[in-house]
């Protein structure tokens, strides 16, 4: 998996959690959001991203989701790769707007290629 890391969540990220934690219990009382969170930090090696988290949250309580465990994996999954996807994007469009060194780059090259 990418090792990319997502920025951490936000003041008002961490209350809208805490909501949809409540409400989650009401909807399957064997799911708790934030055990699940530690769960996939421990398989993966990184907490998933806060924002695919609660978009999730908000379609599992509109769609009354029987089973959570389940509908958090396969939607976290989808919901990785487009957040992934985004955050090449972005980094893809800071490249782009930095001025290029054409000169020192290429004296970087050619100094790695020139000591071997």
Request: net charge positive; glycine share 2%.
């Amino acid at each position: 998996m990418n090792k990319q890391h997502f920025p951490p969540p936000t003041p008002e990220q961490k209350i809208e959690l805490g909501i949809l934690k409540v409400k989650l219990l009401k909807l399957d009382k064997s799911f708790n959001i934030y055990t699940y969170m530690l769960r996939v930090n421990k398989l993966s090696g990184q907490y998933p991203p806060i924002t695919s988290m609660i978009t999730i949250s908000e379609t599992a309580l509109r769609s009354k989701v029987d089973n959570l465990w389940p509908y958090f994996n396969t939607s976290l999954a989808d919901q990785h790769k487009k957040e992934f996807a985004k955050l090449n994007i972005n980094e893809n469009k800071q490249f782009k707007n930095e001025p290029a060194n054409m000169p020192q780059r290429l004296r970087d090259i050619f100094s790695r290629t020139e000591s071997r």
